[in-house]
T-cell receptor
């Protein structure tokens, strides 16, 4: 089946530290890949996405590259801020499919 | 921007009550979804709908039903609320899955 595995949290970093949250996937076809962010008490917001191999999604200083050879889509940010504290979800969906699969989420806390 | 609106942010209901959670989207999306989110379990799909009056069971439909009488509105119904249905409920919509989903802000339901 189709599934996403992301690194367990929680992750605690100091402000301006480098962030990596690992995400790997298993898919029966050729998926589109996503990162969503959930701030406290809110729903999920789409952070970035990539639809084909070697695509790089980016938004708000976050980046992730679709690596077909390693079936990965790791989220990175060069310098985190306190305002980045949230839960991050990796997700995939197959083309012409309505069943998006989410990872378990990784909680990030950034301390001043 | 697409907006998905969930009618209540917080609800407290008694065991055995019939509970309606309402979700409205304003961008003519065909697909709508209901998830529940619980600590350690991530997002689990309850039901989804790809057209008016159409519905499909997700991973955990037991104890729930849905209604989609109009394209913009997708209702989740707890026929007889139980304490194990205390959770955060998230509604989402999409035009095409590979574009990504747009989520509402969530309804935190407590059943006492």
């Amino acid at each position: 089946g189709n599934s996403v595995t992301q690194m367990e949290g929680p992750v605690t970093l100091s402000e301006e530290a480098f962030l990596t949250i690992n995400c790997t996937y298993t898919a029966t076809g050729y998926p589109s890949l996503f990162w969503y962010v959930q701030y406290p008490g809110e729903g999920l917001q789409l952070l970035l996405k990539a639809t084909k191999a070697d695509d790089k999604g980016s938004n708000k200083g976050f980046e992730a590259t679709y690596r077909k050879e390693t079936t990965s889509f790791h989220l990175e940010k060069g310098s985190v801020q306190v305002s980045d504290s949230a839960v991050y979800f990796c997700a995939l969906i197959l083309y012409n499919n309505n069943d998006m699969r989410f990872g378990a989420g990784t909680r990030l806390t950034v301390k001043p | 921007d697409v907006k998905v609106t969930q009618s209540s942010r917080y609800l407290v209901k008694r065991t055995g009550e019939k509970v309606f959670l309402e979700c409205v989207q304003d961008m003519d999306h065909e697909n709508m979804f209901w998830y529940r989110q619980d600590p350690g379990l991530g997002l689990r799909l309850i039901y989804f709908s790809y057209d008016v009056k159409m519905k499909e069971k997700g991973d955990i439909p037991e104890g729930y039903s849905v209604s989609r009488e109009k394209k913009e509105r997708f209702s989740l119904i707890l026929e007889s609320a139980s304490t194990n249905q205390t959770s955060m409920y998230l509604c989402a919509s999409s035009l095409r899955g590979y574009y990504g989903y747009t989520f509402g802000s969530g309804t935190r339901l407590t059943v006492v």
